[in-house]
């Protein structure tokens, strides 16, 4: 049997040092150095060995639903959201009620809000 571990999260991102800011502001990623190329995609640290990099495609166009996103975990999601509120950054359900989490069926509470391209990012408590 095959085993597989997550290494990296790549996003194309119209301009990669305000994506990079963003990233830096709401979820507090480190970055560090990109070790693959002398190319202008950044990278930012998710933990663990794990890695979000940004690649810059100043013409992109984002289409995408809340069905493609990535998901992050963290012990701490009421700080979490508070921190979006004070940055006046919108969140939803999986319905897109505004400033509401969720309770899935397993009892995990998550939520989403989308990035300066519109990609989707989950938050939950699954840890």
């Known amino acids: 049997m095959l085993s597989f ?6 996003l194309s991102v119209k301009n990669v040092d305000k994506s990079v800011a963003f990233y830096q502001k709401v979820l507090q990623l480190k970055e560090i150095e990109n070790t ?3 190319s202008k995609t950044r990278w930012l ?3 663990e060995g794990k890695q979000l990099h940004l690649i810059p495609r100043p013409n992109l166009e984002v289409k ?4 493609v996103h990535f998901a992050l975990s ?3 999601l009421n700080t979490f959201i508070q921190h979006l509120k004070d940055l006046e950054i919108e969140y939803s359900d999986w319905k897109n009620t505004v400033t509401k989490d969720y309770i899935r069926k397993d009892g995990i509470q998550q939520f989403y809000f989308q990035d300066l391209d519109g990609y989707w990012i989950e938050v939950n408590n699954a840890l």
């Open 45 to 47: 640290s998710l933990g």
């Open 36 to 38: 693959a190329s002398n």
């Open 64 to 67: 995408t639903n809340k069905a």
């Open 74 to 76: 963290t012990p701490n």
């Open 5 to 10: 571990s997550l290494n990296h999260i790549a």
